[in-house]
């Protein structure tokens, strides 16, 4: 079947015109290549290649104007609003851009749609008279100041449209209507001009005008791509601009319509599909694809249509490696492209001028994709990792730039041009980041460490700062960071990244728009859900739907309509359709199919195949790891063994052993981040130290009440002590980390207190040590190396005479946890018996150093259970009928070595691997 572009080029070679001497105007840039290359396909001899031109192109040389980008349009427009606005009822540029945008868009419709403006501002202005919401005959200052806005944009628009005039510029809607005006004159000054107007749909009132000017001179053809079935049906929206067109144009009563084909009926393979979410949608045309490519090499016949815009990235990365031609043909809005969040860090940091910097936001700077790599040294150090780890390592949560200066002078520039003072002032911030611009690609440069997509967002970004600073130059209206971000964000939602590539050859990616006049006989359409194919009911303009109707201008519906042509228009010629919509329920859009499914089902005249989807990501079996002991693996056992293995160690092992073997095995530490708010590790170290440091010069004496009032008194000085020490640069006088430093306070005097309270019942405690450091070989037969355990006691002491071994826990603990039953049990259940092994561990090693005399007591003294006093090791019957055993003797030890040793076999033996555990 014949494109609709070579249809037309043989019907005019038929009318027997020169090619060479037409001008070909498109809907659009983007089909001029097409349209060249079918015109190479059909030429025997060798011609200058036609003027092809886009529809904008043709009507901006008509008018004589020059489009201006949307960021001068909005400064331009502050200008008019200012001159136009008593002084002290002027609104900020910032307040004032995020409504410019939408009168912009008002402007440009009316004057698309040659509305006479005195008609419409003055017909606005006497509607929001009449239905403003004060019942009272006095306006209020509120109401007032509403209705002046209303009287006022007559006077914006006038002002606005002289400047750009005056100045031969112009927004699209007013080159619009200064084409309309001159079109006599050009008429008159090309009278031997042929134009040639191809797949055409919706018409703007000006372009109505032009084209049916030219056709009534003899000045053009014209050649429509509808099908017979939309014109006939007299309420399808796809052939709703046609069917007027037809009954509204002089120029049809006398001239034939060209063309109404009969493609539509013929046979297709019609797929709708619903998957859930858009990444759903990627991975399923990914499968499309690979499928496809199998019997269609090429794929130059093959186009995704993306509803939505957002869904490229996830579509290229879902493209089957095999498929390397491709060419994508739509705009990607900046907001979206990688290097925009580098420069929201920026502003981030910068736009409150604090003097210094969070540490997560310069960790999220740093080690950003785009500036990581900068900091990369010759000795393949990285400066950005050396700052991140001496800001972990001495738990810094404010800094400033100098100190950072300080931490990387390899990189002082760098650090600089990131983190020095903007002082507020927009000029220093678009010249730092422009010059930021430069250093990423002066770096890509020289390392030959960039991608073509990688140096096109740097030059669109710079083009997008040079443009900012020029208007800012020019109209001196961004007078603060704050303001000059708010900009930058606006720009990144409106402006876009075009990519360009070559459309004769591979996979065709495009949006629905970038399909007008092209035909492929394979397409996949993503997202055609209600609210984005068709959008549906939105609605952003002042002007309200009523007016809008009244004087001729587009509302929702004929936007609707627009989108109904593209989807059946994609259909016409395609052999194979797959329609792709999202499942999952979404509070803004999702979930409902659109209606173009409906009506393809209510038509009857293809036969559609339906299906439900789940999200095609490839299943991952949960397996828990399994680590061979291997002989690396026993030999690094073996220095561990040597060097003593910790309760602390040995319990980790029980809980998980894949933990045992990262943390002895790897060596990998635990991650330390900066400890914004205390740690629970924290607190328990400074209760630890601060105890420590009360109770270690008492050792061999006995307690008295006053010494232990007098610890009392230097409470607060020694955990503001060990806070430092511990915490470092971290500050704990206020918030969240001042109730904990109160907390470690409260926790050391109610323990005294409680030490006091047993001393006044006629007790007697004796500190026999402090911080009891212990190393203990043990003998085990089945291992025919060196095995040692070691440990440190918090505290031992003699309560009345018997001995006790005292671990201190800062977390919860219960009598529960400190009980065991069989002897069997307490190296297989972490949760339930850690708390034991640990105690019994301190215990067996102070045994085996003969320190011990028998029986003795060994505990745990919770500070958040303090009620509960010291809470004793016990070794609960099996049957009721005895009593709990609470006193340790050497038949407890002797069972508990048992035990012990048998898990150390366990660790050590080279048949049984490392299994992870799964953790609840």
């Not at 983007?30 to 001899?45: P, V, Y």
């Not at 971290?730 to 109730?739: A, E, M, V």
């Not at 049990?825 to 150093?849: G, R, V």
Request: proline share 3%.
């Amino acid at each position: 079947m014949d494109s609709f572009i070579k249809t037309v080029l043989i019907d005019l070679q038929k009318k027997s015109l020169n090619l060479e001497d037409l001008v070909f105007i498109l809907p659009s840039k983007r089909a001029g290549i097409f349209l060249k290359h079918q015109l190479a396909s059909l030429l025997t001899t060798p011609v200058f290649v036609p003027q092809i031109i886009s529809v904008e192109e043709f009507v901006e040389e008509l008018s004589g104007l020059k489009t201006l980008t949307s960021v001068e349009l909005i400064f331009e427009l502050y200008t008019s609003y200012k001159n136009a606005t008593q002084a002290n009822a002027v609104e900020s540029f910032e307040s004032f851009s995020k409504w410019a945008q939408i009168l912009l868009q008002d402007f440009n419709e009316i004057d698309r749609y040659l509305v006479p403006q005195e008609q419409i501002f003055d017909y606005l202005k006497a509607i929001k008279e009449l239905d403003h919401w004060s019942l009272s005959a006095n306006k209020t200052e509120l109401i007032q100041n509403h209705l002046k806005f209303w009287e006022k944009l007559k006077i914006y628009y006038k002002d606005f449209s002289a400047n750009l005039l005056q100045s031969k510029k112009g927004y699209q809607g007013l080159i619009y209507r200064e084409a309309a005006e001159k079109l006599e004159t050009y008429i008159a000054d090309n009278s031997t001009k042929k134009h040639v107007f191809l797949g055409f749909n919706a018409l703007n009132t000006a372009e109505s005008n032009i084209i049916q000017g030219l056709l009534q001179n003899d000045l053009a053809h014209i050649y429509w791509d509808i099908d017979k079935v939309f014109i006939e049906d007299p309420i399808h929206d796809a052939g709703l601009f046609t069917r007027q067109h037809l009954k509204r144009w002089d120029y049809f009563k006398k001239q034939p319509f060209n063309w109404l084909s009969s493609h539509y009926t013929d046979k297709k393979n019609i797929e709708v599909v619903g998957i859930p979410k858009f990444v759903g949608q990627a991975k399923h045309i990914g499968q499309l694809l690979q499928e496809i490519s199998i019997t269609n090499k090429k794929l130059s016949s093959v186009a995704v249509i993306l509803g939505e815009e957002n869904l490229l990235i996830p579509v290229l990365n879902s493209i089957p490696k095999q498929i390397q031609a491709l060419n994508v043909t739509m705009g990607l809005p900046l907001k979206f492209v990688p290097l925009a969040s580098l420069f929201e860090y920026l502003f981030s940091i910068h736009k409150n001028n604090a003097k210094t910097f969070y540490y997560k936001d310069i960790i999220d700077l740093l080690t950003h994709p785009s500036l990581y790599r900068l900091f990369t040294h010759k000795d393949n150090t990285n400066g950005a990792d050396n700052i991140i780890e001496h800001i972990q390592k001495n738990n810094i949560v404010y800094i400033t730039a100098q100190e950072l200066e300080t931490l990387s002078k390899p990189d002082s520039n760098l650090i600089k041009l990131l983190f020095n003072n903007w002082q507020d002032d927009p000029k220093i911030a678009l010249k730092n980041c422009s010059d930021l611009i430069l250093k990423i690609k002066a770096f890509y440069d020289a390392n030959k460490a960039s991608n073509s997509l990688e140096l096109e967002y740097l030059f669109r970004f710079n083009t997008l700062f040079n443009q900012l600073t020029l208007l800012n130059e020019r109209h001196k209206y961004l007078n603060s960071i704050v303001v000059l971000h708010s900009i930058f964000i606006e720009l990144l939602s409106s402006e876009t990244l075009d990519f360009k590539g070559e459309p004769l050859e591979g996979l065709q990616i495009m949006g629905m728009l970038e399909s007008r006049v092209l035909d492929f006989e394979t397409v996949i359409i993503s997202s055609v859900n209600e609210g984005i194919l068709p959008s549906g009911k939105t609605n952003n303009s002042f002007i309200p739907f009523d007016v809008k109707i009244e004087n001729g201008l587009p509302t929702y519906k004929e936007k609707d309509a627009v989108y109904t042509y593209h989807f059946y228009r994609l259909l016409q010629r395609a052999k194979n359709v797959y329609i792709l919509y999202n499942t999952e329920v979404d509070a803004l859009k999702g979930g409902e199919k659109s209606r173009f499914i409906t009506q393809l089902e209510i038509e009857g005249i293809h036969n559609i195949k339906h299906s439900i989807r789940s999200a095609s990501v490839p299943y991952i079996e949960q397996k828990l790891k399994e680590i061979t002991k291997t002989n690396l693996v026993l030999e690094k056992l073996k220095t561990v063994a040597a060097k003593g293995f910790s309760p602390s160690s040995l319990t980790n092992y029980i809980r998980n052993p894949i933990d045992f073997y990262y943390q002895k095995i790897l060596d990998i530490k635990a991650f330390e981040d900066v400890e914004e708010n205390i740690a629970a590790n924290t607190l328990g170290s400074v209760i630890h130290n601060t105890l420590e440091e009360f109770y270690k010069p008492l050792e061999g004496q006995f307690l008295t009440i006053d010494i232990l009032n007098d610890f009392k008194i230097r409470i607060k000085t020694a955990v503001t002590f060990h806070f430092k020490k511990l915490y470092k640069d971290g500050d704990f006088t206020k918030g969240k980390n001042l109730i904990i430093y109160k907390i470690a306070q409260r926790y050391i005097l109610n323990f005294i207190n409680s030490e006091i309270e047993t001393l006044t019942k006629g007790n007697k405690i004796k500190i026999i040590a402090i911080e009891v450091k212990n190393t203990i070989n043990l003998k085990i037969d089945a291992l025919d190396f060196e095995v040692k355990l070691t440990g440190d006691v918090d505290r031992v002491d003699e309560y009345n005479g018997t001995l006790r071994i005292i671990d201190y826990k800062s977390g919860k603990v219960e009598q529960k946890n400190v009980e065991i039953i069989d002897w069997e049990d307490l190296t297989t259940d972490y949760t339930k018996y850690s708390k034991s092994f640990q105690i019994l561990c301190y215990a067996y090693m102070m045994h085996q150093k003969g320190s011990l005399t028998f029986p003795i007591e060994a505990g745990i003294i919770s500070f958040k259970n303090l009620g509960a006093g010291f809470l004793k090791f016990g070794k609960k019957p099996s049957t009721h009928s005895r009593k709990k055993e609470q006193l340790i003797t050497t038949d407890t030890l002797n069972s508990f070595e048992i035990e012990l040793k048998k898990l150390i076999i366990e660790i050590c033996n080279p048949k049984l691997n490392f299994i992870e555990k799964e953790l609840s």
